[in-house]
């Protein structure tokens, strides 16, 4: 019995010391992960009298791009959601960048008697659940009249990354190269002018990084514009899919192909700009 269980036990240790098991592993829960995307993808692609077959289908019987062509035509509004998901994103993103970028900066290369707080209070707006200020902010864009409008949903994402952006950038500013910012200074560059010429062009991958992930977060939120935006007309991508749903019958092939549609941009964007994503998030992790 003795030596069955040092047999087992010798296995299991070669099973997890071998050098194909984290690859694995990993193969295995990609593949969990993408069953769900897989299924979205198939389904875009079938007729609505094949979405509704039992047993279901794993691969269409009949191939066809109607539902496509239908979500990008005027006869549906897929892309007047689209076109308020660029908008949110890209406003939130912008704000929620250029504000943490001087912010950060400000609290790691100007620090004062209680700057350390400032950063704390920072996070500690992040570490509330998010579930938690929605109505907290409808009561307030209700006194401010901004109740179905796209800038509450613009504040509201840029509360969500704003915070978190700091917080990493400034990690990240503690450990510039303050020699830099003293040279320009001794070249005649004013403090202002340092930052635009040295630090920003320097810090450019960290930035980037911050930016492609408060892209991506604006642009898949779906609490806060499903409560405070109720014009179709208003309503992003991620809301509008909303649009399939009926009394009777959902019309799961559009939706999918919709919500097919609605990954696109975030995945080309994440795709062309990965790399300075994974560099942008360790730069701050070693002095330069």
């Given at each position: 019995?003795?030596?069955a269980k040092n047999g087992i036990r010798s296995f299991i240790v070669k099973i997890i010391d071998h050098s194909l098991t984290p690859y694995t592993v990993a ?103 998010p579930l938690s200020m929605l109505i907290p902010f409808y009561i307030l864009f209700s006194y401010l009249g901004w109740i179905n409008t796209l800038q509450s ?136």
């Amino acid at each position: 019995m003795i030596m069955a269980k040092n047999g087992i036990r010798s296995f299991i240790v070669k099973i997890i010391d071998h050098s194909l098991t984290p690859y694995t592993v990993a193969t295995l829960i990609l593949f969990f992960m993408l069953l769900p995307i897989y299924w979205m993808l198939i389904t875009s692609f079938k007729q609505s009298t094949e979405v509704f077959l039992s047993p279901p289908t794993y691969i269409p019987q009949l191939i066809t791009l109607e539902n496509y062509i239908f979500s990008l035509s005027v006869k549906g509004p897929i892309l007047v959601y689209l076109r308020n998901s660029f908008v949110i994103a890209i406003l939130t993103t912008a704000i929620a960048t250029i504000s943490a970028v001087f912010t950060a900066y400000g609290l790691s290369q100007y620090k004062y008697k209680g700057s350390n707080i400032v950063l704390a209070l920072y996070i500690f707006t992040r570490t509330i659940p998010p579930l938690s200020m929605l109505i907290p902010f409808y009561i307030l864009f209700s006194y401010l009249g901004w109740i179905n409008t796209l800038q509450s949903v613009i504040i509201y994402t840029t509360y969500m990354s704003y915070p978190l952006m700091v917080w990493m950038l400034k990690s990240f500013f503690d450990s510039f190269p303050r020699e830099l910012i003293d040279a320009a200074l001794i070249d005649g560059c004013s403090r202002t002018s340092a930052i635009f010429r040295v630090v920003l062009p320097v810090s450019a991958t960290a930035i980037g990084a911050m930016a492609i992930i408060s892209f991506m977060w604006s642009w898949n939120e779906f609490l806060a514009p499903l409560l405070f935006v109720h014009d179709d007309a208003l309503k992003p991508i991620t809301v509008g899919l909303f649009y399939f749903v009926g009394d009777e019958v959902t019309e799961w092939h559009r939706m999918c192909a919709a919500g097919m549609i609605a990954v696109v941009p975030s995945m080309i964007f994440f795709l062309l700009a990965q790399r300075y994503i994974v560099k942008g998030l360790t730069t701050g992790a070693v002095k330069f």
